[in-house]
């Protein structure tokens, strides 16, 4: 196995007595895609800071690229592509000089940034945009000048921070499919999410965050049959009415987990719980079945959703 | 408080090699970008102020006053005497609009230095290339004001010339102190502090009226402010009236300096990179 593009090792940021990140351990090979899923203060966002390379740890042990980044920032930072939760696109220039400018800072020769700017720029399907300014750009297209920008470096770690909060469903999988390309070209991709679909489809890996630490870590699918069933029979029978129900149920499918508007029943077969539902005289306003995913997973491990 | 920033130290032992990677120019570059595309009417308009002063106080009151010297005591007409306090100032202001209420919003809104130091630039590099074009504004300022004081006939002697560098040392001073400063701002209200300490330090510096109308306790103050120094070192080089004073003066600006790159390369990287 090549040598890993980033250690961490009981990577601890605590600000003043609260714990941000909490003694999270992890190895990302390279080419790999590795994703941190967790809800909103998990600690993904710190880490992902750490491991930018623009906040030093508390204590534990980091490497990116075999360097410390406390000690040599400017140098790992040179090697990778951020993408970070909210836009900080440039509004004062155009697209194009977005990336043009960027490429500046990381000291490269102005012919050479001028080429990948437009091949990122069709990337990025925005070359008809270059000109623009980035105020006038959809939310989806800001996004994906970052990633083109993120790009501009040619860099060997991608690190994104929720990439796709806060876009529209369509905007959302032009830019899984990019990503996705990335991906394939065998970019070394780290990311942050609280979409389960969203770490399921990109990610060849992943740990699963809560409060600073790691709950669990495998490949979606494994986590999945590891720690849920196969299917997922959810009822709903009013808000007043799931606690009562859920007394009846108790003892259909594997495992019950009752949620203030509904009621998730975890079973090899859906179809099958749903049949021993009725046969108990419930009648659930509405039923659906579904395949288990890590939002399952999640709520398994923390007993909370994902997004609250 | 000094202890938390002595362990900060410490534990980061990277040196230069973590705050500056000898780039200072891409962020000059973009700020020369930035102000092409979008707001040079308004770095326009800044040239103007000093010169109103000067053709309202200068040639229009200054027909009634008499009986002005220079540092060295010989007779110069009032308006000689003040244009190079304007200049002094017009540098002042081009410094100081670029390195406060720029990079206030920068720092607070664009997010614009979030991004750069996400990349192979460090906190120097940012810091410098920032404070570099706040002194090209304040530069090209006083060059205007220059010219028009010389179309005014108003430099009596050939070390105008030497004028030039003094207002870029001037407005490095002021830009580099002004980024130091802001960098510890957080809001609107005291971003009003700095106008509200620049404006009595425009009137009072010795501007429009020499130094020893005042009582001896409030000269201290007076030589104590940055302006003043400007102001004399400036006067001096305009007027002719030169003296081993004008290296304090440029001292004076020499450590203001150092004394803004340190404040603000530390900030940059306690907010940017904690």
Same mark, same amino acid.
């Given at each position: 196995?090549?040598?890993? !593009?980033?250690?961490?090792?009981?990577?601890?940021?605590?600000?003043?007595?609260?714990?941000?990140? @909490?003694?999270?351990?992890?190895?990302?090979?390279?080419?790999?895609?590795?994703?941190?899923? #967790?809800?909103?203060?998990?600690?993904?966002?710190?880490?992902?800071?750490?491991?930018?390379?623009?906040?030093?740890?508390?204590?534990?042990?980091?490497?990116?690229?075999? &360097?410390?980044?406390?000690?040599? #920032?400017?140098?790992?930072?040179?090697?990778?592509?951020?993408?970070?939760?909210?836009?900080?696109?440039?509004?004062?220039?155009?697209?194009?000089?977005?990336?043009?400018?960027?490429?500046?800072?990381?000291?490269?020769?102005?012919?050479?940034?001028?080429?990948?700017?437009? %091949?990122?720029?069709?990337?990025?399907?925005?070359?008809?945009?270059?000109?623009?300014?980035?105020?006038?750009?959809? #939310?989806?297209?800001?996004?994906?000048?970052?990633?083109?920008?993120? &790009?501009?470096?040619?860099?060997?770690?991608?690190?994104?921070? %929720?990439?796709?909060?806060?876009? @529209?469903?369509?905007?959302?999988?032009?830019?899984?499919?990019? &990503?996705?390309?990335?991906?394939?070209?065998?970019?070394?991709?780290?990311?942050?999410?609280?979409?389960? /679909?969203?770490?399921?489809?990109?990610?060849?890996?992943?740990?699963? !965050?809560?409060?600073?630490?790691?709950?669990?870590?495998?490949?979606?699918?494994?986590?999945?049959?590891?720690?849920?069933?196969?299917?997922? &029979?959810?009822?709903?029978?009013?808000? @007043?009415?799931?606690?009562?129900?859920?007394?009846?149920?108790?003892?259909?499918?594997?495992?019950?987990? !009752?949620?203030?508007?509904?009621?998730?029943?975890?079973?090899?077969?859906?179809? %099958?719980?749903?049949?021993?539902?009725?046969?108990?005289?419930?009648?659930?306003?509405?039923?659906?079945?579904?395949?288990?995913?890590?939002? /399952? !997973?999640?709520?398994?491990?923390?007993?909370?959703?994902?997004?609250? | 408080?000094?202890?938390?920033?002595?362990?900060?130290?410490?534990?980061?032992?990277?040196?230069?090699?973590?705050?500056?990677?000898?780039?200072?120019?891409?962020?000059?570059? =973009?700020?020369?970008?930035?102000?092409?595309?979008?707001?040079?009417?308004? $770095?326009?308009?800044?040239? *103007?102020?000093?010169?109103?002063?000067?053709?309202?106080?200068?040639?229009?009151?200054?027909?009634?006053?008499?009986?002005?010297?220079?540092?060295?005591?010989?007779?110069?007409?009032?308006?000689?005497?003040?244009?190079?306090?304007?200049?002094?100032?017009?540098?002042?202001?081009?410094?100081?609009?670029?390195?406060?209420?720029?990079?206030?919003?920068?720092?607070?809104?664009?997010?614009?230095?979030?991004?750069?130091?996400?990349?192979?630039?460090?906190?120097?590099?940012?810091?410098?290339?920032?404070?570099?074009?706040?002194?090209? =504004?304040?530069?090209?300022?006083?060059?205007?004001?220059?010219?028009?004081?010389?179309?005014?006939?108003?430099?009596?002697?050939?070390?105008?010339?030497?004028?030039?560098?003094?207002?870029?040392?001037?407005? *490095?001073?002021?830009?580099?102190?002004?980024?130091?400063?802001?960098?510890?701002?957080?809001?609107?209200?005291?971003?009003?502090?700095?106008?509200?300490?620049?404006? +009595?330090?425009?009137?009072?510096?010795?501007?429009?009226? +020499?130094?020893?109308?005042?009582?001896?306790?409030?000269?201290?103050?007076?030589?104590?402010?940055?302006?003043?120094?400007?102001?004399?070192?400036?006067?001096?080089?305009?007027?002719?009236?030169?003296?081993?004073?004008?290296?304090?003066?440029?001292?004076?600006?020499? $450590?203001?300096?150092?004394?803004?790159?340190?404040?603000?390369? =530390?900030?940059? =990287?306690?907010?940017?990179?904690?």
């Amino acid at each position: 196995m090549p040598a890993p !593009v980033i250690t961490a090792t009981d990577l601890t940021k605590k600000y003043k007595d609260f714990a941000a990140v @909490d003694g999270i351990s992890f190895e990302v090979a390279p080419g790999e895609s590795f994703g941190l899923l #967790g809800p909103n203060g998990a600690g993904k966002s710190t880490t992902m800071r750490m491991v930018g390379a623009v906040s030093t740890r508390t204590s534990g042990d980091l490497r990116i690229l075999g &360097l410390d980044p406390d000690e040599h #920032g400017p140098a790992i930072r040179s090697q990778l592509g951020v993408v970070p939760q909210q836009d900080n696109l440039d509004t004062e220039l155009r697209v194009r000089d977005n990336l043009l400018v960027y490429g500046r800072y990381f000291g490269l020769p102005h012919s050479q940034v001028a080429k990948r700017a437009d %091949e990122l720029l069709e990337f990025a399907q925005l070359s008809d945009r270059a000109k623009a300014k980035v105020d006038d750009l959809s #939310g989806g297209m800001k996004r994906r000048l970052t990633i083109a920008r993120a &790009l501009i470096n040619d860099p060997r770690i991608l690190l994104l921070d %929720e990439p796709t909060t806060g876009l @529209d469903p369509q905007a959302r999988h032009i830019l899984w499919d990019r &990503l996705f390309r990335l991906k394939e070209r065998g970019t070394t991709l780290v990311l942050t999410t609280h979409y389960m /679909d969203e770490a399921e489809q990109l990610c060849d890996r992943l740990v699963v !965050v809560d409060k600073g630490r790691i709950m669990a870590e495998g490949r979606p699918a494994a986590l999945i049959r590891e720690h849920s069933s196969r299917e997922v &029979l959810e009822v709903r029978f009013g808000s @007043d009415r799931n606690e009562g129900a859920a007394a009846t149920l108790a003892g259909v499918g594997d495992r019950l987990e !009752v949620l203030p508007d509904r009621i998730l029943v975890y079973a090899q077969s859906g179809e %099958e719980a749903l049949v021993e539902v009725t046969k108990r005289g419930l009648e659930p306003i509405t039923s659906l079945v579904r395949r288990s995913s890590l939002e /399952d !997973v999640f709520l398994r491990l923390t007993g909370r959703t994902l997004v609250e | 408080m000094t202890a938390d920033l002595r362990t900060d130290t410490q534990h980061r032992t990277g040196g230069v090699r973590a705050l500056y990677s000898g780039n200072a120019r891409a962020v000059v570059a =973009r700020g020369l970008l930035a102000t092409r595309s979008t707001n040079w009417i308004i $770095v326009l308009t800044g040239v *103007f102020e000093p010169v109103f002063y000067l053709l309202a106080l200068g040639i229009g009151l200054g027909s009634y006053i008499g009986g002005v010297t220079d540092t060295q005591g010989q007779p110069i007409p009032y308006a000689a005497y003040i244009a190079p306090a304007l200049l002094a100032v017009s540098a002042m202001n081009g410094a100081i609009y670029d390195s406060t209420w720029n990079v206030f919003f920068k720092m607070h809104f664009g997010k614009l230095y979030q991004g750069m130091l996400a990349t192979s630039l460090g906190p120097l590099d940012v810091a410098l290339g920032e404070i570099s074009l706040a002194l090209l =504004r304040g530069a090209a300022y006083g060059t205007t004001f220059l010219l028009v004081m010389q179309a005014l006939g108003l430099n009596l002697s050939w070390t105008a010339l030497l004028a030039l560098p003094a207002i870029l040392l001037i407005a *490095f001073g002021f830009a580099s102190l002004g980024m130091g400063i802001t960098s510890y701002m957080k809001t609107f209200q005291q971003m009003d502090w700095i106008a509200f300490v620049l404006l +009595p330090m425009f009137l009072f510096s010795a501007t429009f009226y +020499p130094l020893t109308v005042y009582p001896e306790p409030i000269q201290w103050v007076v030589q104590a402010l940055p302006l003043w120094h400007g102001v004399e070192l400036v006067r001096g080089l305009t007027t002719g009236a030169i003296g081993p004073a004008m290296l304090v003066h440029v001292g004076y600006y020499l $450590v203001m300096v150092a004394v803004g790159l340190v404040f603000t390369t =530390r900030r940059l =990287r306690a907010l940017f990179l904690d």
